[in-house]
C-alpha cells in the first residue's frame, strides 16, 4: 500500500477537494499556506499557483476574514480559512463562537454556514505562550461547531475531505509536529465519516484516549511498554464533535483501565471532559482511577526545559499507564 | 422643483412605500404595547424614526441580493415584504416564527427575502455581508450584498477590518450606516465630534479605505432613494463598495430603555400633532419621516388624505390581526430547542 508523509496526504487532500468542488475557496496566508512554518511550505505554493482565482491571501485581519469566509458561506461558498497558529483564532473569536457557531440554530434551521476554519495548535516548540494554544476545549463548550483532531496521514486527508463537504461550520485542529510522520495512504482513498474513532492499536490492558499528536506519542510509549508487558489499547476519537463515545465505551468495558491524554490544559480540557463521560457512564467498569495527561494550568514557557516540563511528554504518559496498570 | 418629479417616482412606488412605512409604524407601536403587557421578555431595538431609510432604500434592491442587519431589524424585514404574524411570532418565543422561536427580536431571518443571519452583535454582521458579496462575485451571480449597520457598530474593529477587505477586492457590497445618534444615546453625531468616535464626519472613515461615502437625510424618502439607488447601479456595475450615512432624529419615545407610545400614527397627526403630549409634539410635526411623507404625497397630488387615511387603517387591520396570530401561536415543545444544532 502507498505510504506518504502526513504533509504530503494533507496537500493532496486538499489539492483534489479544490479540484472537485469550484465552490471552495481557500482564504491563507500564501507564503505559510496550510503548513505554517514547516520547510515543506513550499510545496503549497503549487496548488496556489493552480487555482489562482481560489486561494487567496488576505490582509491580517482575522476577524473579517473569517467573517468573511462565514458570509461567503452563508452565500453558496464552501470556504476553507487557513487562521496558521490556533492562537490566532483568538482575534477571530466573535466570527467563530458567535456568528459561525450559532447561525443556523438561531435562523431556526433556515442559514447553513458551510466554513472550515484550519488551526494548528499546541506546543510546536519555542511557541511560548502566545503561539501555542490548544483551543478546541474552549471550541467544545461553543455548541454548533464541529471539531476534528486528525492523527495520521490517512485520517488527516479522509477528515479533511469531510470537513470541506460538511454542512455545518468545523474546526479543523491539525499539529505541525505531526507533519513528518508517515503512513498508509490507498489511492482514491474515501473520504473519513465524523463520529467514527479508530483503535489506532490493540490491547486488553490498559486503554489510551489521546488526540492529536498524542495520539502518536501515546503509540510510542505503547510500544516500549509492551516489552514490560503492559498491553495498551490506543483509542484516537478522531473529532470530538461528534463524538464516538460508544467506541471509547467498548474499550474501557474492555480494559477497566484509563488514560486520557489531551494537550489542552488540564482544567476544563478535552480530557476533563472525556474523564467526565467515562466516569458517569462506565465508573462500575473501572478497576482503578481515572488518568489523564494534560499541558499543566500555566500558560507555556518559552525555555525548551520548561516547555518540555509544562507538556504532556512521553515520560508522563508511560507513568501514567503504568500507574492505572498496577 | 418638484421632489417627486425629481425622484422619477411612479404613483404605485409612492403609495406602497407610504403603506409599507405605516405598517412598520404601527407595527412597532403595537409592539410596545405587547412589551408593557408581559407578552415577551427582553429587551428590544424599535424602528420608529427612520421608516423612511429602510423602506426606500431597500425597494432599489433585486429579490435575491443579501441583507445583513441587527438588533434594530424589524423595519428592514417589513420593508422587504415579511410577514408581521411571523415576525410577532419570533419575538413572542412562539412556534411559528421566523426562526421557530430560537432566534427572537434580535436575530429575525428570513432566508427567503435575503436576510440570512440577522446578529445581535454590534458589527458582528460587517465581515458578513462582506463574505456574501465576496461569494456574488466569484459566482458572477450579479447579486449584491447590503449591510445594514448603526453608527455605533463603526466603533467596533471590525468595521476597518471590513472595509479595508472590500475595498481592496472590489466587492459588491452596500454599507448603509443609519445614525439615529443625533438627539438619543448621544453616540456618534455625523457631522460633529461625539464622545465615543474621533473621527467626524462618519464618512471619513470609508473613505480612508478608497470607498466612495455619502451622507443623506434618513427622514426624506425620496432623497434616500435617490442616493442608494444610484449607488446600487454604480455597485452592480463592478465599482466595488460604497457606504453611505443616514440621518435621522431619534423618536423621543425610545429615549429610555423601554420605548412608550406617546401617541398611536395617524393620517391627520400629519397636519395637527396636538394629539401628541406637549413633550412629544416637536418630534411628530419637525422630524417624524413617516408623516412628512404623508404631507408630501398629498401635496402632490399623488393621494388624498382620504386615499392615505384608508391605507392606514389596513395597516393598522393587519398589524392587529398579525398581533393576533403571534399570541395564539403556541410555544415550541421543549424538545424544539434540541434541533438545528447542526445542519
Given at each position: 500500500m502507498r505510504e506518504l508523509a502526513y504533509y504530503e496526504a494533507k496537500l493532496e487532500g486538499l489539492r483534489e477537494i479544490l479540484a472537485a468542488d469550484e465552490r471552495v475557496h481557500f482564504i491563507t496566508e500564501i507564503a505559510t499556506g496550510f503548513l505554517g512554518l514547516s520547510p515543506h511550505r513550499v510545496h503549497f505554493r503549487q496548488i496556489a499557483s493552480s487555482f489562482p482565482d481560489r486561494v487567496i491571501a488576505p490582509p491580517i485581519s482575522e476577524l473579517a476574514f473569517c467573517g468573511v469566509a462565514i458570509g461567503a458561506a452563508m452565500a453558496g461558498l464552501r470556504p476553507i480559512v487557513d487562521l496558521i497558529t490556533a492562537s490566532f483564532a483568538f482575534e477571530a473569536w466573535p466570527q467563530i463562537v458567535n456568528e459561525a457557531a450559532n447561525a443556523f440554530y438561531m435562523s431556526g434551521g433556515q442559514t447553513r454556514a458551510p466554513v472550515v476554519f484550519h488551526l494548528l495548535h499546541g506546543l510546536r516548540g519555542a511557541g511560548a505562550a502566545q503561539h501555542s494554544h490548544s483551543p478546541q476545549a474552549m471550541l467544545w463548550n461553543c455548541p454548533g461547531l464541529k471539531i476534528v483532531l486528525p492523527s495520521s496521514p490517512r485520517d488527516v486527508k479522509g477528515l479533511l475531505k469531510t470537513a470541506a463537504a460538511s454542512d455545518s461550520p468545523t474546526v479543523f485542529i491539525d499539529h505541525v509536529?505531526?507533519?513528518?510522520?508517515?503512513?498508509?495512504?490507498?489511492?482514491?482513498?474515501?473520504?473519513?465519516?465524523?463520529?467514527?474513532?479508530?483503535?489506532?492499536?490493540?490491547?486488553?490492558?490498559?486503554?489510551?484516549?489521546?488526540?492529536?499528536?498524542?495520539?502518536?506519542?501515546?503509540?510510542?510509549?505503547?510500544?516500549?511498554?509492551?516489552?514490560?508487558?503492559?498491553?495498551?489499547?490506543?483509542?484516537?476519537?478522531?473529532?470530538?464533535?461528534?463524538?464516538?463515545?460508544?467506541?471509547?465505551?467498548?474499550?474501557?468495558?474492555?480494559?477497566?483501565?484509563?488514560?486520557?491524554?489531551?494537550?489542552?490544559?488540564?482544567?476544563?480540557?478535552?480530557?476533563?471532559?472525556?474523564?467526565?463521560?467515562?466516569?458517569?457512564?462506565?465508573?462500575?467498569?473501572?478497576?482503578?482511577?481515572?488518568?489523564?495527561?494534560?499541558?499543566?494550568?500555566?500558560?507555556?514557557?518559552?525555555s525548551p526545559r520548561l516547555e518540555e516540563f509544562v507538556s504532556p511528554s512521553e515520560a508522563r504518559i508511560a507513568e501514567a499507564i503504568r500507574a492505572a496498570a498496577r | 422643483?418638484?421632489?417627486?418629479?425629481?425622484?422619477?417616482?411612479?404613483?404605485?412606488?409612492?403609495?406602497?412605500?407610504?403603506?409599507?412605512?405605516?405598517?412598520?409604524?404601527?407595527?412597532?407601536?403595537?409592539?410596545?404595547?405587547?412589551?408593557?403587557?408581559?407578552?415577551?421578555?427582553?429587551?428590544?431595538?424599535?424602528?420608529?424614526?427612520?421608516?423612511?431609510?429602510?423602506?426606500?432604500?431597500?425597494?432599489?434592491?433585486?429579490?435575491?441580493?443579501?441583507?445583513?442587519?441587527?438588533?434594530?431589524?424589524?423595519?428592514?424585514?417589513?420593508?422587504?415584504?415579511?410577514?408581521?404574524?411571523?415576525?410577532?411570532?419570533?419575538?413572542?418565543?412562539?412556534?411559528?416564527?421566523?426562526?421557530?422561536?430560537?432566534?427572537?427580536?434580535?436575530?429575525?431571518?428570513?432566508?427567503?427575502?435575503?436576510?440570512?443571519?440577522?446578529?445581535?452583535?454590534?458589527?458582528?454582521?460587517?465581515?458578513?455581508?462582506?463574505?456574501?458579496?465576496?461569494?456574488?462575485?466569484?459566482?458572477?451571480?450579479?447579486?449584491?450584498?447590503?449591510?445594514?449597520?448603526?453608527?455605533?457598530?463603526?466603533?467596533?474593529?471590525?468595521?476597518?477590518e471590513s472595509f479595508n477587505i472590500a475595498s481592496l477586492w472590489k466587492l459588491p457590497v452596500l454599507y448603509l450606516c443609519e445614525n439615529n445618534g443625533k438627539y438619543g444615546a448621544g453616540r456618534a453625531l455625523g457631522a460633529a465630534q461625539s464622545f465615543s468616535m474621533a473621527a467626524y464626519p462618519l464618512t471619513d472613515l470609508p473613505k480612508v479605505y478608497k470607498i466612495p461615502a455619502q451622507q443623506v437625510d434618513g427622514t426624506d424618502a425620496l432623497a434616500v432613494y435617490r442616493v442608494v439607488s444610484e449607488v446600487v447601479g454604480k455597485i452592480r456595475q463592478g465599482q466595488g463598495p460604497q457606504f453611505i450615512e443616514t440621518h435621522t432624529v431619534r423618536w423621543p419615545g425610545s429615549e429610555s430603555n423601554w420605548p412608550v407610545v406617546p401617541v398611536v400614527t395617524s393620517v391627520d397627526l400629519a397636519w395637527d400633532a396636538s394629539a401628541a403630549p406637549e413633550k412629544f409634539r416637536?418630534?411628530?410635526?419637525?422630524?417624524?419621516?413617516?408623516?412628512?411623507?404623508?404631507?408630501?404625497?398629498?401635496?402632490?397630488?399623488?393621494?388624498?388624505?382620504?386615499?392615505?387615511?384608508?391605507?392606514?387603517?389596513?395597516?393598522?387591520?393587519?398589524?392587529?390581526?398579525?398581533?393576533?396570530?403571534?399570541?395564539?401561536?403556541?410555544?415550541?415543545?421543549?424538545?424544539?430547542?434540541?434541533?438545528?444544532?447542526f445542519a
Open positions: 509536529l505531526l507533519f513528518e510522520y508517515r503512513g498508509s495512504v490507498p489511492e482514491n482513498d474515501e473520504a473519513i465519516p465524523f463520529g467514527q474513532a479508530e483503535i489506532k492499536r490493540s490491547g486488553a490492558d490498559v486503554t489510551v484516549v489521546a488526540t492529536s499528536l498524542m495520539v502518536q506519542r501515546s503509540l510510542a510509549v505503547a510500544e516500549r511498554l509492551a516489552k514490560d508487558g503492559i498491553q495498551v489499547e490506543v483509542v484516537d476519537p478522531r473529532t470530538i464533535v461528534p463524538l464516538d463515545f460508544d467506541t471509547i465505551m467498548g474499550s474501557v468495558e474492555k480494559t477497566g483501565r484509563v488514560v486520557v491524554v489531551d494537550e489542552c490544559h488540564q482544567s476544563c480540557g478535552v480530557a476533563a471532559e472525556l474523564v467526565a463521560r467515562i466516569a458517569e457512564a462506565g465508573f462500575d467498569k473501572l478497576k482503578a482511577p481515572i488518568r489523564r495527561v494534560v499541558t499543566l494550568d500555566v500558560p507555556i514557557p518559552f | 422643483m418638484d421632489p417627486i418629479d425629481q425622484a422619477h417616482q411612479s404613483r404605485e412606488w409612492l403609495i406602497e412605500s407610504c403603506r409599507r412605512m405605516l405598517l412598520i409604524r404601527h407595527f412597532e407601536e403595537t409592539l410596545i404595547g405587547l412589551q408593557n403587557q408581559g407578552h415577551f421578555a427582553g429587551h428590544y431595538h424599535v424602528y420608529i424614526g427612520q421608516e423612511a431609510t429602510g423602506v426606500p432604500a431597500l425597494s432599489c434592491l433585486a429579490p435575491d441580493d443579501h441583507i445583513f442587519t441587527t438588533h434594530r431589524n424589524h423595519g428592514h424585514l417589513l420593508a422587504r415584504g415579511a410577514e408581521p404574524g411571523r415576525m410577532y411570532a419570533e419575538i413572542l418565543g412562539r412556534r411559528d416564527g421566523y426562526n421557530k422561536g430560537k432566534g427572537g427580536t434580535f436575530h429575525i431571518a428570513a432566508s427567503h427575502l435575503g436576510f440570512h443571519h440577522t446578529s445581535g452583535i454590534v458589527g458582528g454582521i460587517i465581515p458578513l455581508a462582506a463574505g456574501a458579496a465576496y461569494a456574488a462575485k466569484a459566482r458572477k451571480t450579479g447579486q449584491i450584498a447590503v449591510c445594514l449597520i448603526g453608527d455605533g457598530a463603526l466603533e467596533e474593529g471590525a468595521a476597518p416637536d418630534w411628530y410635526r419637525a422630524s417624524d419621516p413617516v408623516l412628512a411623507f404623508i404631507r408630501k404625497i398629498v401635496e402632490a397630488g399623488a393621494a388624498t388624505r382620504a386615499q392615505l387615511a384608508e391605507i392606514d387603517a389596513q395597516a393598522v387591520d393587519l398589524i392587529d390581526r398579525a398581533a393576533k396570530f403571534a399570541l395564539a401561536s403556541p410555544f415550541p415543545e421543549p424538545q424544539e430547542a434540541l434541533t438545528d444544532v
